[in-house]
């Protein structure tokens, strides 16, 4: 099976875990971002794993945005099932919050 190459790019916590700003990774062709994530988490390990699912439900936690090609990608399919393809750049970001 074919590879696509996605960009990543880290934002605020996730940047602190991967000590990088942007990566590119190979993916297999028909690859969703929900694979993307697994892939991700098993690169960066357990700290990003926790940052990014919650332990009881598997979900992505709501205070993490993640955007795909510039858009929220929780809103095109709550289970980031979307298929990624070739170039896509998927962003993820921590909300920071505070007074």
Do not use: W
Request: charged share 25%; aromatic share 8%; hydrophobic share 40%.
């Amino acid at each position: 099976m074919r590879q696509i190459e996605v960009s990543v790019v880290y934002l605020s916590f996730f940047q602190e875990i991967t000590k990088t700003r942007e990566e590119k990774l190979k993916v297999q062709e028909g690859a969703t971002l929900r694979d993307l994530l697994e892939l991700l988490c098993a690169k960066h390990g357990e700290s990003f794993r926790k940052a990014l699912f919650d332990p009881k439900t598997g979900a992505v936690y709501g205070h993490n945005h993640i955007t795909l090609n510039g858009r929220l990608a929780h809103l095109v399919d709550k289970n980031f099932r979307v298929n990624l393809g070739e170039g896509d750049r998927v962003a993820l970001a921590h909300a920071v919050s505070g007074g």
